[in-house]
C-alpha cells in the first residue's frame, strides 16, 4: 500500500493546490513540478531511509568523548535530503530556494517521517532558518539562515532546562554583553552566555559543518539579577563552531559542550542532549562563556521563538500523523496476510472450515477503520493548515489575516490531536499483530515507542489545552473561533443537500453547538481557575470535532469523484468517526461546562 495516492487526492482533489499556480509567486508550478518533488522526496525516503529504520532504533548515538558517532545511513540521508533541496523548498529563488507551496512541501516531508522520523529530515533546522529570515538581521539571515537552508549547517532551538522544562519563565541561562564594543559586532550584539539547556535534539553530531543553536535566555539587569517572568527572555545564535562575516569557520570551537546524551524511548536514531554553555570546556579568546549574538530586542526572545515553536508544533504532529499512518499500512497488510479463527453462522464454528485471514473478522476491521479514520483524518487536517500557512503568505490582505487567526486556533489541534490520537493507532497496529505486535520481528512496536514522544514534544496536553481554551478561543474578541465556526457550517450546507451525507451534517451541527456552549460555560465565572481545571477535554472534543469536520469535508470530496475502493474506504473512514468518535464529545465537555473540580481540588495527602 502506498501513501502516494491519499496524499495526490488530499491536494489536488480536496484541497484544490491547482489552484495556487495562479499566484505571482507560484507561477512557475505546475502539477507536473508538484508531482516532481513528491516523486523525489518519495525516492529518497524509499531508498536513504525506510531501510534503516530499525538499525538507527538499535545503534544509538554514542559519544567517544570528543564526538557523537552515528551510523553511516544517517549520514548519507541527510546529505540525500539536503541535496534534494528541501531544506529551502519554500525560500525565494534569490536564496536558492523553490517558492515551493508550504502545502507540497509539507507533502513531501510526510514521506520521511513515515519512513523513518527519528533520522530526521531537517524540521529543526528549517524552522530555526526560517526564524532569522523573519527576525534577523541581514549579516544573520546571508551568515547562518542561508548555509542551513544549503545544508551547510544544522540547527537547534534550545528552550528548555533541567530545573525548567516547558515553564520557561524560569530559565536561568544568563547573557552579559561581551566587551566594551559588544554592540558593533557585525553578526549582532555579543554576548557571552552561561547556562545549561536540555532535551536539545541534533544538539551534537558531525552530520554538518556546523551546528546553530538559537538559545533563549536572561539579560540580567542594572543590579545583575535576572528579570522575572517571559518578558525578560532574549534569543542568541549561538554556533558551535565561530564563524566569520562571509559565514565560514574560523578554526575557533565555541564554548558549548555536550554533557551528556539521553536515551529515550523512542527517536532513537536522533541525538537528544544536555549542552552545557559557557562552561569553560572550550574558552573563547581565553575566557569562558559561549558567544551569542542577540537576535531582535533584547526582552523580546520568546516572541521571536514562537515563530519556530509554532512551526515545530504542526511538524510534530505531522510526524505523529506519518507514524501512525506506517503502524496502520504495516497492520493493515499484516491483516491480510494472517490466517486465524474461522467466522461464526448461526450454527456456530465449522472446525473444519479452512482458516480467514483475520481482516475478515469484525473486531479486525474494526480496529484497522479506527486507524485509518484516525491518521487520514490527521494527514487531512495537516495539509488544511499547510494550505492555511500559504494563504496566510500570499493571499489577499483579509483573508491572510483570517488565515492567520484560524491558524492560531488550530495549532494545538493540529500538534495534540495526531499526538494522542495517531499514537492510539500505533496501539491498535500492535493489538492487530497479537503476540507478534510486542516482537521486534515486526516494526510496530518502534512505531508506537517513536511516537509516544510527541504527546511531549513542543508542549503536552495541558499545555496546548490551555493554550486552546485560556487564549486562542478568546483572542481577538473570539474571531478565531467565529472564522472557524463559519467555516464548518459552510461544510455543514454543502453536506446537508447531499442524502448519504445530511446526518453526519446535522451531527457535526450539534457537536459545533456544544463546543461553543461549553466555551461560554467554562467561562461562566471568568475565573481561570474554573475555566481551565479541564483544558484538556475541552482540547479532546474541540479536537474531535474539527475532525469531523475535516472529515466530512473530504468526504465531499470523495463523493464527487468517480467509484473505486478509495472513494469507499473514505466514506466508511468518515462514518466510523461520526458513528464511533464524535459521540465521545459529551462526556469531555459535560465536565468542562460544570466547570468540575474533581481533579483540581482533590488534596494531595489523597493521593
Same mark, same amino acid.
Given at each position: 500500500m502506498s501513501l502516494r495516492p491519499t496524499l495526490d487526492f488530499l491536494l489536488h482533489q480536496w484541497l484544490g493546490v491547482a489552484s495556487l499556480q495562479l499566484r505571482e509567486r507560484f507561477a512557475d508550478h505546475s502539477r507536473e513540478t508538484f508531482d516532481a518533488v513528491l516523486d523525489t522526496c518519495e525516492r529518497i525516503a524509499r531508498e536513504k531511509y525506510a531501510p534503516f529504520n530499525r538499525l538507527v532504533d538499535t545503534q544509538e548515538p554514542q559519544f567517544d568523548g570528543e564526538k557523537v558517532i552515528l551510523p553511516q545511513?544517517?549520514?548519507?540521508?541527510?546529505?540525500a535530503y539536503a541535496g534534494s533541496g528541501m531544506l529551502s523548498a519554500a525560500q525565494d529563488y534569490d536564496v536558492g530556494g523553490m517558492q515551493l507551496p508550504y502545502t507540497v512541501e509539507a507533502s513531501a516531508n510526510a514521506f520521511f517521517a513515515m519512513a523513518s522520523v527519528s533520522i530526521g529530515s531537517g524540521m529543526l533546522t528549517t524552522g530555526n532558518a526560517n526564524l532569522l529570515m523573519k527576525h534577523g538581521t541581514d549579516a544573520q539571515k546571508r551568515v547562518f539562515a542561508l548555509n542551513e537552508f544549503n545544508g551547510r549547517f544544522s540547527g537547534t532551538m534550545c528552550l528548555s532546562e533541567p530545573q525548567a522544562g516547558s515553564s520557561l519563565s524560569d530559565v536561568m541561562t544568563r547573557a552579559l554583553p561581551d566587551g566594551d564594543h559588544f554592540e558593533s559586532d557585525p553578526l549582532g550584539p555579543r554576548y557571552r552566555l552561561k547556562g545549561n539547556k536540555m532535551w536539545i535534539s541534533a544538539g551534537e553530531h558531525e552530520l554538518t559543518e556546523n551546528i546553530i543553536h538559537l538559545v533563549l535566555a536572561k539579560i540580567p539587569d542594572e543590579h545583575g539579577k535576572l528579570v522575572?517572568?517571559?518578558?525578560?527572555?532574549?534569543?542568541?545564535?549561538?554556533p558551535k563552531k565561530l564563524v566569520d562575516t562571509e559565514g565560514q569557520l574560523?578554526? /575557533?570551537?565555541? %564554548? &558549548?559542550?555536550?554533557?551528556? !546524551?539521553?536515551? =529515550?524511548?523512542?527517536?532513537? +536514531?536522533?541525538?537528544?542532549?544536555? @549542552?552545557?554553555?559557557?562552561?569553560?570546556?572550550y574558552p573563547v579568546r581565553g575566557e569562558a562563556g559561549a558567544v551569542g549574538y542577540l537576535v531582535g530586542q533584547p526582552g523580546r526572545g520568546l516572541q521571536c521563538m514562537f515563530h519556530m515553536m509554532n512551526e515545530a508544533r504542526i511538524g510534530v504532529g505531522m510526524a505523529a500523523t506519518m507514524l501512525g499512518m506506517a503502524g496502520y499500512h504495516a497492520s493493515l497488510d499484516y491483516a491480510k496476510n494472517r490466517p486465524q479463527g474461522r467466522p461464526v453462522s448461526t450454527g456456530g464454528k465449522d472446525a473444519a472450515a479452512p482458516q480467514v485471514r483475520i481482516i /475478515?473478522?469484525? %473486531? &479486525?476491521?474494526?480496529?484497522? !477503520?479506527?486507524? =485509518?479514520?484516525?491518521?487520514? +483524518?490527521?494527514?487531512?487536517?495537516? @495539509?488544511?493548515c499547510a494550505r492555511l500557512v500559504d494563504e496566510q503568505h500570499t493571499g489577499a490582505p483579509e483573508a491572510a489575516d483570517d488565515a492567520r487567526l484560524l491558524l492560531e486556533v488550530l495549532t494545538p489541534i493540529a500538534k495534540s490531536w495526531p499526538s494522542e490520537w495517531c499514537l492510539e493507532a500505533n496501539s491498535l497496529a500492535i493489538q492487530v499483530h497479537g503476540g507478534y505486535g510486542y516482537t521486534r520481528d515486526f516494526p510496530v512496536e518502534q512505531y508506537w515507542r517513536d511516537n509516544r514522544l510527541n504527546m511531549i514534544h513542543e508542549g503536552t496536553h495541558g499545555i496546548q489545552g490551555m493554550d486552546l481554551l485560556g487564549r486562542k478561543v478568546l483572542m481577538e474578541n473570539g474571531k478565531g473561533l467565529q472564522l472557524l465556526a463559519g467555516r464548518i457550517n459552510a461544510t455543514i450546507e454543502r453536506a446537508i443537500q447531499v442524502p448519504e451525507l445530511a446526518a453526519h451534517a446535522n451531527a457535526l451541527g450539534q457537536a459545533l453547538a456544544q463546543v461553543g456552549a461549553a466555551t461560554k460555560a467554562?467561562?461562566?465565572?471568568?475565573?481561570?481557575?474554573?475555566?481551565?481545571?479541564?483544558?484538556v477535554p475541552y482540547l479532546q472534543a474541540f479536537?474531535?470535532?474539527?475532525?469531523?469536520?475535516?472529515?466530512?469535508?473530504?468526504?465531499?470530496?470523495?463523493?464527487?469523484?468517480?467509484?473505486?475502493?478509495?472513494?469507499?474506504?473514505?466514506?466508511?473512514a468518515m462514518r466510523y468517526f461520526f458513528h464511533y468518535e464524535l459521540p465521545k464529545i459529551g462526556a469531555w465537555l459535560q465536565v468542562v461546562s460544570a466547570r468540575d473540580q474533581t481533579c483540581a481540588s482533590l488534596p494531595e495527602a489523597a493521593f
Open positions: 545511513a544517517t549520514h548519507d540521508a541527510q546529505k522575572p517572568g517571559v518578558k525578560g527572555i532574549s534569543l542568541f545564535i549561538v574560523t578554526g /575557533e570551537r565555541n %564554548d &558549548v559542550a555536550l554533557a551528556g !546524551l539521553n536515551h =529515550k524511548c523512542g527517536w532513537r +536514531g536522533t541525538t537528544n542532549t544536555l @549542552l552545557n554553555f559557557g562552561e569553560g570546556k /475478515e473478522h469484525a %473486531d &479486525v476491521k474494526r480496529m484497522l !477503520l479506527a486507524q =485509518k479514520s484516525y491518521c487520514e +483524518g490527521a494527514l487531512a487536517l495537516e @495539509l488544511y467554562a467561562w461562566a465565572t471568568g475565573d481561570p481557575g474554573d475555566a481551565l481545571a479541564n483544558a479536537g474531535h470535532t474539527v475532525l469531523a469536520w475535516i472529515w466530512l469535508d473530504v468526504a465531499l470530496a470523495a463523493q464527487a469523484s468517480a467509484e473505486s475502493p478509495a472513494r469507499t474506504g473514505r466514506l466508511g
